[in-house]
DNA sequence: GAATAAGCGAGACGGTACGTCTTGTCTTACA
DNA sequence: TGTAAGACAAGACGTACCGTCTCGCTTATTC
């Protein structure tokens, strides 16, 4: 009974089992197979949701991972940056957080896939953002820093966060044995 | 007597035509559709090559580009570093003219395609560095400001390089409209 | 409720036109290139159907053919054994139609083709035999001659229709000038 | 020392050892294989021949299948007709050793293959005939028994043959269970 | 002996077709 | 109206052979 509340249209509303079921799908099989390897068919199966599901609400396969990135199924649980008043040593334990994530077994293409799927769409690029809580915690991070006189008054933050951030993606895409102090060495890049 | 070394196999020698005619239809067709929309058949159609000819030397789509990344056909003249001394506009006017380079109407998703294809081979990253001369120019410039004291003497070179492209490199995957001094601020980001 | 016997599963149901687009195609080349040259894509395109539609009905280009051959598509229309009551003058007529059919311009290779087609697929044996109606048609004829004395009682039926064909069936292999008589011939060579 | 017999042209001259090895593959293939999955290329590897070699001597796979046919070694030792003064227990022999000859567990599909060889090219349905003997034994034992007054005299005898020779191929095409008395049963249409 | 012609192995080449996979749209039956 | 099931046209995938062609070597004949 659509009782209060509007007009509430005819018919069967949307099925968040079936969303849920999706996301979860993609969120599976993009740890398991990347990116590229993704396929809508895939994503139906295990889901077991049919695939006119899929399209009925998502216009292709980046908007499904952007979805399924804000409602966090890709990524494991992200590191957040530490606030100890030391802005150096803050980013280069975060940096080197980061390094770590990428270097465990199962974690190795996740960047790779993200930043592929970041290629196709800018709305991933924009919610990945997000969901890294890049913009968020970074930029507010370096703005107190900046406050605290830790950094220059005029730093451009943006351009700031996107070459760490861009550094690190750079680094992840190349595979090279992961070296021990690259997290150390990207923030002095920065902080000299 | 075969030349030089070597005991030159019986059989047909690979034909060079076919080679560079694979190469420039790559060239042309990754210009004009990205890479994702890159097909070995396309490739061989445009080349005028079977596909067999196409599989016979190279195991992949991403190889294909790989090779036609080392032989200059993906990108247009690339800008090199000025050296007039002073390291911070040096590096600004080479920041714009990469800027200015992926403004163009044609070159729109030029770097996007790029960073696309080296997610999906190692290979691509690193001949991409090189195509760009980016390790060699950059880096030369970066160690010449280092040796006039205009750097740090302790500056990771090879970080702050990829700080810098990869500041770039979000910069494009954001797709947002072009900010008229985002080199300068990049660079600033950097050196501050 | 569906109708009859039966749930009629969820999902779309086969489509009858794409089925018989097939066939039809199927017969148009199969007259026009015979049975090797005759190839799934070559039915797809001449059908507007796509390959994937062959494939999911049929195993081979053998069964396509198979059923093109129960749905009359392959053969012009068959002669039939005329009943004059005189078996010798019948079966004579019968062959000498079955001699003239193949000695059309166009039917050239269409007996060649069968037997092909034939030893690819045991399938295509048994209904080429219904097709042509020789099982029923013939036999019932010879039959009839059986019980009106014509022939002994004993004349193991099967096997006698199997060599007046098969007599039929290598002349044609043979592909030698038109004996003008060979239908008698063959027919006496039978019964003396 | 061309000494006798014309100019014999320069040059290096036909290998027989390539022409012998050529025929030998083919016979080993025909027999694993069947007609039509054997290969040029297939033959080319297991004779340890060019490619070229082969289509330098022969016109397509049914030449050298034609020519592996005269050089017996496509069929194991072929069945001979005997003569006992008994046409009809004669012919019975024969055609019971053929019916045994196909019912053998590898030489399944051999009469499928052969068939269809003598399909694609008319000079194979002729050299059949003459490897097996067809022609000549099978014809001369029936001469034989018209001259000995157990055949009528105006007895068609190459449409005899052929009947008898048809009756058994279109047996063998339907692949059907061996009946016992095939043999016998085949001879009693012709023979009643 | 050179020079000259084949023959031969190897194998690259432009093609055609294979059978599979995925895309995005559509139809059907049920809820 | 939403949904699972699934058929459909389209088109790329990577593989297998086709028949032709170049190679570098060997073998035989002729000058």
Redesign the interface.
């Known amino acids: 009974m659509p009782a209060s509340a509007g007009v509430r249209r005819r018919g069967a509303v949307r099925s968040e089992e079936a969303r849920m079921a999706v996301l979860d799908a993609t969120g599976r099989l993009f740890a398991t197979q990347g990116?590229?390897h993704l396929t809508i068919e895939g994503i139906a199966a295990q889901a077991g949701v049919s695939k006119q599901t899929i399209y009925r609400w998502w216009s292709s396969k980046s908007a499904v991972v952007a979805d399924a990135l804000i409602e966090d199924k890709l990524l494991p649980d992200h590191p957040v940056v530490p606030d100890t008043g030391d802005i150096r040593a803050d980013l280069i334990a975060w940096m080197q957080s980061l390094v770590d994530l990428v270097a465990e077994p199962g974690n190795d293409g996740l960047v790779?896939?993200l930043?592929?799927a970041?290629?196709?769409s800018?709305d991933i690029?924009?919610r990945l953002n997000d969901a890294l809580g890049i913009t968020a915690t970074v930029s507010t991070r370096i703005e107190a820093a900046v406050a605290a006189g830790q950094?220059?008054a005029?730093?451009?933050v943006?351009?700031?966060v996107?070459?760490?951030?861009?550094?690190?993606?750079?680094?992840s895409?190349?595979?090279t044995e992961p070296a021990p102090d690259?997290a150390e060495?990207?923030v002095?890049?920065?902080l000299?």
């Open positions: 990116y590229d790779r896939s930043v592929a970041a290629c196709e800018p690029g924009t950094l220059p005029d730093l451009p943006t351009e700031f996107r070459a760490l951030v861009g550094g690190f993606v750079l680094y895409l190349e595979r690259v060495r990207l002095r890049a920065l000299h």
